[in-house]
T-cell receptor
Framework: KAGVTQTPRYLIKTRGQQVTLSCSPI?????VSWYQQTPGQGLQFLFE???????NKGNFPGRFSGRQFSNSRSEMNVSTLELGDSALYLC????????????FGPGTRLLVL | AQSVTQLGSHVSVSEGALVLLRCNYS??????LFWYVQYPNQGLQLLLK??????LVKGINGFEAEFKKSETSFHLTKPSAHMSDAAEYFC???????????FGGGTRVLVKP
């Protein structure tokens, strides 16, 4: 089976712009989670989608949003970018539910100038 | 809220020596515990996980971890380090009924020839 794929792998944006990141889960996986990784804050949970619904949410401002499509693919959007949004954004998929193994994609590295 | 502490942000070992990475967690209920490895410019790869049952868990690449409830620990070991083990290692706990991973700060392993 193909693993989790994320596009694009690298992005450069300027402050105030918005960005959309994409994640395709492993075939058959219905849960998609997003994490932000920075040197200062480490790995932090953004949100989780399951069956096109946001099921869990971390402590991030409303500028961070996401959605999931009927084929389980997910997108994450960040509006009004700030310098501090520069990070590696990781997507993870799992079969369905609670406490299952999450499989990670290679990430999208976002640089905000 | 659950939390994970990894003792030592950097560990240096000689090739062939024991690798020991420490992880302590706080949780009010029996957690699911994971170790992931991250190589440069890549996502997270699952090394092993503990759910229930046997407290000694074997993973990939010769790694194993022991769950000790009384010590709230889940330390990762490998008897003999290889150059390819140089990477960053993350311990994570998954909250019950929530598909969310809480990560420790990570431990970067350097392997000396």
């Amino acid at each position: 089976k193909a693993g989790v794929t994320q596009t694009p792998r690298y992005l450069i944006k300027t402050r105030g712009q918005q960005v959309t990141l994409s994640c395709s889960p492993i075939s058959g996986h219905r849960s998609v989670s997003w994490y932000q990784q920075t040197p200062g804050q480490g790995l932090q949970f953004l949100f989780e989608y399951f069956s096109e619904t946001q099921r869990n949410k971390g402590n991030f401002p409303g500028r961070f949003s996401g959605r999931q499509f009927s084929n389980s693919r997910s997108e994450m959007n960040v509006s009004t970018l700030e310098l501090g949004d520069s990070a590696l954004y990781l997507c993870a998929s799992s079969l369905s539910g609670s406490q299952e193994t999450q499989y990670f994609g290679p990430g999208t590295r976002l640089l905000v100038l | 809220a659950q939390s994970v502490t990894q003792l030592g942000s950097h560990v240096s070992v000689s090739e062939g020596a024991l690798v020991l990475l420490r992880c302590n967690y706080s949780s009010s209920v029996p957690p699911y515990l994971f170790w992931y490895v991250q190589y440069p410019n890549q996502g997270l790869q699952l090394l092993l996980k503990y759910t229930t049952g046997a407290t000694l868990v074997k993973g990939i690449n010769g790694f194993e971890a022991e769950f000790k409830k009384s010590e709230t620990s889940f330390h990762l070991t490998k008897p003999s380090a290889h150059m390819s083990d140089a990477a960053e290692y993350f311990c994570a706990v998954c909250e019950a009924a929530v598909n969310k991973l809480t990560f420790g700060g990570g431990t970067r392993v350097l392997v000396k020839p």
